[in-house]
């Protein structure tokens, strides 16, 4: 709440984020848009513990990230919060399956096999899982990064572009999944594109200019989504 984020100082000082207060609900779809240079990667990243603010505070759950040590705030995102990237994130020595339960593997903790099973059917990539990322599609990959964020069952997924490096195509496989894991599965997710086609799977949309929240839409559609957008110039700010 009230989250602030400012660089550097005098002249060069500029405000990311401008005391924004926004909540994402359990078992909600958020995608976050707005200009170059709005600030949607900034408040994302210091919401998912990525990154610190300069004001204000983040909850995930009942625990508050402010002031949290390194090594707490290392294991509060590898055991409540998942993470989608652009660029997949995928060691290309282990497999799809090792791929996807490194997090877990790493905590010393063994996966949850009814819901690993239901992942991995859901994803689509069963017979894929013995395979290695140089092996797989663009879209099977991003699809082993979404099911990796899944697996341990985190309190709220956060996805970075996820469709940036994807044709249309595996782009709406992606998406699709994302939602379904929302609808089935009551799972928490946050998105940041530029894409209104993308934004259009969310639930809702939060639109940022200048470091602010200055709208949200609920239910959007691809159409009205480009037209919001259009209301803003080059400079990030509405028109």
């Known amino acids: 709440m009230g989250l602030s984020k400012v660089y550097g100082a005098g002249d060069t000082r500029v405000v990311a984020l401008d005391e924004v207060s926004v909540s994402f609900a359990r078992g909600e779809f958020t995608a976050i848009m707005g200009p170059s240079g709005s600030g949607k990667s900034t408040l994302m990243h210091c919401a998912a513990g990525l990154d610190s603010a300069s004001g204000g505070s983040v909850h995930i759950g009942d625990t508050e990230l402010t002031g949290l040590a390194d090594k707490a705030l290392t294991r509060l995102r590898r055991d409540k919060i998942g993470f989608i990237f652009q660029s ?18 790493i905590a010393g903790r063994k996966p949850d096999k009814a819901w690993l099973d239901t992942v991995v059917d859901t994803v689509g990539l069963r017979d894929r899982l013995g395979h290695k990322p140089t092996e797989l599609s663009g879209g099977q990959q991003q699809r082993v990064a ?28 992606v998406l699709a999944f994302l939602r379904r894991s929302v609808r089935e599965m009551g799972q928490t997710v ?4 530029h894409d209104p086609v993308a934004a259009s799977y969310a ?15 609920r239910e959007p559609t691809s159409d009205a989504v480009l037209e919001r957008m259009k209301q803003f110039d080059a400079a990030g700010r509405r028109s």
């Open 190 to 193: 946050v998105m940041v594109t």
């Open 146 to 173: 979404c099911a990796r964020a899944l697996a341990s069952r985190p309190e709220i997924i956060f996805a970075d572009e996820p469709t940036g490096n994807l044709d249309s195509r595996a782009g709406a496989e």
């Open 203 to 217: 639930d809702r949309v939060l639109f940022l200019a200048d470091g602010r929240v200055v709208d949200e839409m």
């Open 88 to 105: 997949f994130n995928l060691l290309p020595t282990l497999t799809a399956l090792e791929n996807i339960t490194l997090p877990m593997d």
